[in-house]
């Protein structure tokens, strides 16, 4: 079994320290694939190296995709990993709260980024910041799939902001308390068929 090549992840040549697995952020999307939208406007706000975003494009193909990070060096490396899908997307090194643009989008994906040197108070501004800006983008009946290890602090936003709604949450892993949540715009449903 070791002398057969791997292909399905071959695009996957560059990581960082955070870098999701490519199986893994498989996985996730497959459970979310009863919500996503075929031929979806898709913008991934904290892409890494752009594997959550491939691996969205693999499971449904998208019209357009967007791919940002204030990361710049994972910035690079996901226009190799993306180059290596044979993948269309427009690479942004920006911060997600200062992003706009002139139309909202289908979905919006993200491998949320865990807290490490931020305090409780910084990743809670954190999270206001990304729902609130993600309020703003999302298509009133678009969905957000957020893989995520602060449940309290989604679900605090989620009562704040009244354009978006939990709409499914799974549990992938106990330990650490991970959690996929699908949360829909005001005009979503609860599945897209």
Not at 55 to 65: D, F, G
């Amino acid at each position: 079994m070791f002398t057969i090549p791997m292909e399905r992840f071959a695009y996957r040549r560059e990581t960082i320290a955070t870098s999701i697995y490519p199986s893994f952020a498989a996985t996730l999307l497959e459970l979310a694939k009863p919500y996503l939208k075929p031929k979806a406007q898709v913008l991934d706000p904290c892409c890494g190296v752009g594997t959550m975003l491939v691996e969205r494009h693999k499971l449904m193909p998208v019209r357009e995709a967007y791919a940002m990070d204030i990361f710049g060096d994972a910035v690079e490396k996901a226009r190799i990993n993306t180059t290596l899908a044979d993948m269309r997307v427009h690479l942004i090194h920006k911060d997600y709260l200062e992003f706009t643009h002139r139309y909202p989008f289908d979905e919006i994906i993200a491998n949320m980024p865990q807290r490490g040197k931020r305090s409780r108070e910084e990743q809670d501004a954190f999270y206001q910041g990304f729902f609130e800006q993600s309020q703003q983008l999302l298509a009133s009946d678009g969905i957000m799939i957020l893989y995520s290890d602060e449940m309290g602090f989604v679900k605090k936003q989620l009562r704040l902001c009244p354009g978006l709604h939990l709409i499914k949450e799974y549990l992938i892993r106990e330990k650490g308390q991970f959690y996929l949540f699908v949360i829909g715009g005001k005009d979503s449903t609860t599945g897209r068929g």
